[in-house]
């Protein structure tokens, strides 16, 4: 019998903002005591058995538009919905349709636990900007590691001026960066990042505005997202090639 642990379903969203000289990532900082172990990352975690249910009530995405984009049978809505609702939790922002006046309350509900995530959205009539996320890579832990996860990776713009505040529980701070700027932090020894997260700044750093990422990014799901699964350390230098191979201006 295998001791294989099961990678769990996750999303993260990498939410890209304009700026002057290049679009900024939000990115967010885990505690030590996390999976990630204090390293820098973007907003995300594992699907809720609520986030299908959420989905399915602000309508903004069909299942089956959801789940042809993620190449999936059944549930590729709760990936769209756990990518924003995490980065709600995480970092403050949501990604809705029209402002929510009482958005920190929801906020709150959620961290306590005290509502579902599908009836907040019901009940409050909010209706998430699920097709602003697109699809862009998938990565699985490698299977040597205790906790796993397969992880959908998706890029929204976000035009608001709402500032993140980190939660306090996972997250302990929250931060815009370019990806130039993350990648030279993490060089020089001032921040954490991990394999999947550096690989993806990497790939993103030769955009110069938020327009060609985005156009670049709604072009992925239509030609093939990367399942990205590394198990040796010699995959880096593969990886590191697929990612300059992305690029694009």
Not at 107 to 119: A, H, I, Q, T, V
């Amino acid at each position: 019998m295998s001791d294989t642990a099961e990678a769990r379903p996750s999303s993260t969203v990498i939410l890209a903002r304009a700026a002057e000289d290049a679009p900024e990532l939000l990115m967010v900082r885990r505690h030590a005591s996390s999976s990630f172990g204090g390293a820098w990352v973007f907003p995300g975690g594992v699907l809720d058995n609520d986030d299908e249910a959420a989905a399915e009530r602000c309508g903004s995405l069909s299942a089956e538009t959801a789940n042809a984009t993620l190449a999936v049978d059944a549930g590729g809505l709760a990936y769209f919905s756990a990518a924003i609702r995490e980065l709600f939790e995480e970092t403050g922002i949501l990604l809705a349709d029209a402002e929510t006046p009482d958005a920190a309350t929801i906020r709150s509900d959620l961290l306590d636990g005290s509502r579902p995530w599908s009836e907040l959205v019901a009940e409050r009539d909010v209706k998430l900007s699920l097709p602003a996320l697109c699809y862009i890579s998938h990565w699985i832990t490698p299977r040597v590691l205790p906790k796993r996860y397969s992880t959908r990776f998706f890029i929204a713009e976000y035009t608001g001026r709402a500032e993140p505040n980190a939660c306090g529980g996972e997250v302990l701070d929250c931060r815009w960066l370019s990806a130039h700027r993350a990648l030279e932090l993490a060089e020089r020894g001032h921040i954490e990042l991990h394999l999947p997260t550096q690989i993806t700044l990497q790939g993103l750093v030769r955009h110069k505005n938020v327009q060609t990422l985005m156009q670049w990014a709604r072009c992925q799901a239509d030609q093939g997202v990367p399942c990205i699964f590394p198990e040796l350390p010699e995959e880096r230098a593969v990886l590191e090639a697929v990612a300059r191979g992305g690029r694009q201006e």
